[in-house]
């Protein structure tokens, strides 16, 4: 475990990074089942490389209970991450870390049935990730395009970006009637363009607050 504390952000996977599927013969929508269903969505790579040259570090944080389902392997999620980081790679991207909740509260694995911390809206993944990489939670953003990103990102102490159109009728009912994102982006690329407009007006406030201590000295020596 390192002391320093570094910034991340926290990206939420289907739906953020690659898009959702519809299942016809199951009826649903839900993550990819099978590699060739995984894609890297346009503008991913990009909004990567920018978070990684603000200086955050980029983590996966994502609920994949598709194992726990019977929906596709173990080996199909690694055969994922392969595909993602390889779509990154000519933009000059970096991933960080990659964290899954494989848990389920209703699994049909068994060894995966369990009501875990580490599913969000719970906090296990943010709080294991900084444990490990030395992030501070409060300097750090999670993006996500569901409610349940919103409200871990909010309880870990994190600016939240919701990705999507904010408008949801039923949420009232069923989550905190207080939450509510940081903001709001249409994509993962104008997530990171928010983010780099926080940062910059973070350093404009801390430049303007320092500037008596900085310029004197240097004018000093001049
Ligand atoms: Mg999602
Ligand atoms: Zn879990």
Not at 7 to 26: K, M, S
Not at 48 to 73: C, M, T, W, Y
Not at 140 to 149: H, P
Request: hydrophobic share 45%.
């Amino acid at each position: 475990m390192t002391n320093t504390q570094e910034p991340a952000v926290f990206l939420d996977r289907d739906g953020v990074i690659n898009p959702l599927i519809y299942h016809q013969d199951a009826g649903i929508v839900d993550s990819p089942f099978t590699l060739a269903q995984f894609r890297v969505l346009p503008g991913v790579a990009k909004a990567v490389r920018l978070l990684n040259d603000l200086g955050f570090l980029v983590v996966i944080a994502s609920n994949q209970p598709g194992i726990a389902k019977n929906h596709f392997e173990a080996a199909t999620l690694r055969q994922f991450d392969k595909k993602l980081l390889a779509a990154l790679k000519p933009a000059g991207a970096r991933i960080d870390a990659i964290y899954y909740c494989l848990h389920h509260p209703e699994a049909r694995v068994k060894a995966l049935r369990k009501r875990c911390a580490c599913r969000k809206p719970g906090i296990g993944m943010l709080r294991q990730a900084a444990r490990d990489l030395g992030i501070s939670l409060a300097d750090s953003f999670m993006v996500g395009d569901g409610l349940t990103d919103i409200e871990a990102g909010a309880h870990a102490g994190c600016r939240t970006v919701f990705v999507g159109r904010w408008k949801c009728e039923h949420c009232q009912f069923i989550h905190p009637a207080d939450l509510r994102p940081t903001f709001v982006a249409k994509d993962l690329w104008e997530a990171a363009q928010i983010i780099r407009e926080e940062v910059s007006a973070a350093s404009g406030r801390r430049l303007r607050s320092n500037g008596n201590h900085t310029e004197s000295p240097i004018a000093a020596h001049l």
